[in-house]
């Protein structure tokens, strides 16, 4: 008798645990089609994000019912405890990136057009052409209090003095912007411009980046602006980007 019901309790399988393992599974496809999808460009914006949050969430239960399974395998001395952890830990692989740019959404203002200079931030040209009505406007009319949230979110963002003639940081700064993987998309070295697009890693946003250098009595005032085409904050992107990029030219 006791072996029959130790057979029974080993061909037993904990619910929990298996549900975790399809959750997650089926988290990590949504998650990885809402990004290919949107790469590929036969996503729009707001469905691939709708897809990574709605992945996010099958993790989020995922990883609770490993948990659970977890438990009630180790207390009922059940089978299906592998399958738990898999969902654990594939719950936590889609849920963990998620939530943390979540999170760092809540640290910075929604905003996604970020320029050192406010007074005359530097104007886009061939840019325009690249741009439709779905995207973000280059206007800076919203939020109205643009200029107070950038200020405020960061306030060491200026522009940058080089002690150098502006052909010379002109023609560095495009350098480093090739350097970057930054796509050139025009060049004025007359008017000390330059416009380029840079593409994330992972969703393939594209960040619409110009470059301005001019001449400040003998040495060169260099000035950026960077703008998301979609979304509304940027995450703290657009002025990470332009600090970086900022330090690298000087340094």
């Known amino acids: 008798m006791t072996y029959s019901a130790d057979l029974n309790s080993t061909n037993k399988q904990s619910n929990a645990a298996r549900w975790s393992f399809k959750l997650a599974l089926l988290g990590v496809v949504l998650l990885v089609l809402a990004v290919i999808g949107h790469r590929l ?4 914006f707001r469905i691939a994000m709708f ?3 709605g992945g996010a969430a099958l993790g989020l239960v995922a990883v609770f019912a490993g948990v659970i399974g977890i438990i009630v395998t180790r207390k009922e001395k059940i089978s299906g405890k592998p399958f738990a952890w898999i969902g654990l830990m594939l719950g936590l692989l889609v849920t963990s990136p998620v939530f943390m740019t979540i999170y760092g959404a809540s640290n910075v203002p929604p905003i996604h057009d970020i320029s050192t200079d406010l007074q005359d931030p530097p104007e886009f040209v061939a840019i325009l052409a690249l741009r439709t009505a779905k995207h973000n406007s280059l206007d800076r009319d919203a939020p109205t209090n643009l200029t107070t949230l950038q200020q405020d979110a960061y306030p060491d963002l200026a522009p940058l003095l080089i002690n150098k003639e502006p052909r010379q940081v002109f023609e560095e700064a495009l350098a480093l912007v090739e350097t970057l993987g930054w796509e050139v ?3 004025s070295a007359e008017e000390g411009r330059i416009e380029t697009t840079a593409t994330t890693l ?3 946003f594209k960040d619409d980046v110009v470059i301005r250098v001019r001449d400040q009595a003998g040495q060169s005032i260099v000035d950026m602006r960077s703008v998301s085409r979609v979304g509304k904050s ?3 992107a657009n002025a990470k980007r332009i600090e ?3 330090s690298e030219l000087q340094g």
């Not at 460009?41 to 729009?44: F, K, L, R, V, W």
């Open 185 to 187: 998309v025009a060049t």
């Open 202 to 204: 992972i969703m393939g």
């Open 244 to 246: 970086l990029f900022l």
């Open 51 to 53: 897809g990574i949050v």
């Open 41 to 44: 460009g036969i996503m729009d």
């Open 234 to 236: 940027d995450l703290g």
